[in-house]
Structure formats: structure tokens, C-alpha cells
């Protein structure tokens, strides 16, 4: 694929398209539409820098977060790089254990899965709070996103990729299902990270 048609770039076409649309009588929307972009950014980042800091309290070492047009990662140090993956687009992070010991990950890895339904719980929260105090129509707007990724990553449903309550509980469970569940992430984990494996 072009390196013009990754996140990153298409996301500055956008930036850049509202930029020029806010010069126009289109002004109203294209600042609407940038506020939502914002917003889902701003939710989104959240929710992903909870895994994060779950994955933390487990004991992992943080490999990558990735939401919308950026990646956050660590090789060695910290630094942000374009996104090039429109799988991750729409949030993904990254933290392995030092040591691959399934029978430990078992219990470990509920901290990094529940971590991001927290944090955007605490995030839902804040903004319900901060709107109820001000009426800002940006608040009013991250609290219903919030709810909206709570409810959407809480739940406990299956498809293409499980909500962090199926994983949850899954894991909860415990037994062979749940380690040959966290087999088949490390090896995902490995194909998806920007990193070239050792």
C-alpha cells in the first residue's frame, strides 16, 4: 500500500480539508466534524492508555499504543511515529510480560484487559460531571462517547475480535481455553507490532 493512503496521512488530508472548509459558509460543520474527530481521539486514546497502565500493574513491559493517525511507542526510548496500520485506527495497545509463562499471563493479563473499561469508566465520570457543571457542548460530547466505549468494550460479546469482558471472563475462567487464548495474542501481538521481532 501507498504510504499516502496510511492513517497518518490521510487523516492530515483531513485536518488540512477542515482547516479550508472552516474559511467557507461551511464553517459551522467543518468544526463540528473536527469536534467529533477530537473527541473520539481524546476517548479513544483513553480507553487504550488504560491497557497500558493495567498492563503496567501486571508487570508487562509497554510495547505500542496506536490510536488513529499515531503510535506511541518504546524502541528504546519513547517516540511518536506515523501510524501505517488502518487495523489499529481505531486503538490498539501493546504490553507483553518479561517471561512467557501462560499460567501466570492467565492471571495477570485481567489487569490489562479490565484496565481500559476503567479508565473509560473514570473518564465517563469526569465528563459527566464537567458537563453537568458547564453545559459544554464538548463535554456532553466525550460523555457520550465514553458511555458508548464503555458499553461497547464492557460487555462480554465474540466476533472478529473479543470485547475486553468476553477476554475478561474468559480469562476469569482460567483453564487451557484461556492460555491457548493468550498463545494465539502473543503471536498476534508479534505480527502487529512496528517493531522488527529480534
Not at 498492563?55 to 511518536?80: C, D, H, M, Q, R
Not at 489487569?111 to 453537568?132: D, E, H, N, R
Request: aromatic share 12%; net charge positive.
Amino acid at each position: 500500500m501507498s504510504k499516502i493512503f496510511t492513517p497518518f496521512y490521510i487523516c492530515l488530508l483531513g485536518i488540512a480539508l477542515l482547516i479550508g472548509f472552516s474559511f467557507t459558509s461551511h464553517a459551522d460543520k467543518a468544526f463540528s466534524i473536527g469536534l467529533v474527530a477530537a473527541c473520539a481521539f481524546i476517548v479513544l486514546f483513553i480507553h487504550e492508555l488504560g491497557h497500558v497502565i493495567g498492563g503496567k500493574l501486571a508487570g508487562y513491559t509497554f510495547l505500542f499504543l496506536t490510536v488513529g493517525p499515531i503510535t506511541i511507542e518504546k524502541s528504546p526510548a519513547l517516540k511518536i511515529v506515523p501510524n501505517q496500520s488502518w487495523l489499529a485506527f481505531g486503538g490498539l495497545a501493546s504490553c507483553m510480560p518479561d517471561e512467557i509463562n501462560l499460567t501466570k499471563m492467565v492471571k495477570k493479563h485481567k489487569w490489562f484487559v479490565a484496565g481500559g473499561p476503567v479508565f473509560t469508566l473514570i473518564a465517563f465520570v469526569i465528563s459527566l460531571s464537567i458537563w453537568a457543571m458547564t453545559k459544554a457542548e464538548m463535554a456532553m460530547m466525550l460523555t457520550v462517547l465514553n458511555l458508548a466505549i464503555f458499553f461497547a468494550t464492557a460487555i462480554p460479546f465474540k466476533g472478529t475480535f473479543n470485547s475486553d469482558g468476553s477476554v475478561f471472563l474468559l480469562l476469569h475462567k482460567g483453564g487451557k481455553e484461556a492460555q491457548t487464548y493468550l498463545a494465539g495474542l502473543i503471536l498476534l501481538k508479534e505480527m502487529m507490532s512496528p517493531r522488527t521481532p529480534s
